[in-house]
């Protein structure tokens, strides 16, 4: 019905800048709520960035100053600028989105399937 593809991501020196975005197709009739989780080893999946639909943002304390998020409504396309990255932004990054579908009218969220962002020190 729907798919979220990550694209981005991939291997940076600290300090560095590197990009990913993500991609929602399918029956979307809209969608509220895109935003970024990471997962590093071992560890749990945490917030890092979410978007409302009119553009409100939410950071995780740890990324705010240096991540950006933003949406483009008409792609559908949730996207994260990250600067001054550091080792320990170094995660398995998931998309999701929060998606009214056509047809039913039901709200379901969706996942992408992670990106790799490995910082080195």
């Known amino acids: 019905q729907v798919q979220l593809v990550e694209s981005g991501g991939g291997l940076v020196q600290a300090g560095g800048s590197l990009s990913v975005s993500c991609a929602a197709s399918g029956r979307i009739f809209s969608i509220d709520a895109m935003g970024w989780y990471r997962q590093a080893p071992g560890k749990q999946r945490d917030l890092v960035a979410s978007?409302?639909?009119?553009?409100?943002?939410n950071y995780a304390d740890s990324v705010k100053g240096r991540f950006t998020i933003s949406r483009d409504n008409v792609k559908n396309t949730v996207y994260l600028q990250m600067n001054s990255l550091k080792p320990e932004d170094t995660a398995v990054y998931y998309c999701?989105?929060?998606?009214?579908?056509?047809?039913?009218?039901?709200?379901?969220?969706?996942w992408g399937k992670g990106t790799l962002v490995t910082v080195s020190s």
């Open positions: 978007i409302t639909k009119g553009g409100s943002t």
């Open positions: 999701y989105a929060d998606i009214l579908l056509q047809i039913s009218y039901n709200r379901m969220e969706y």
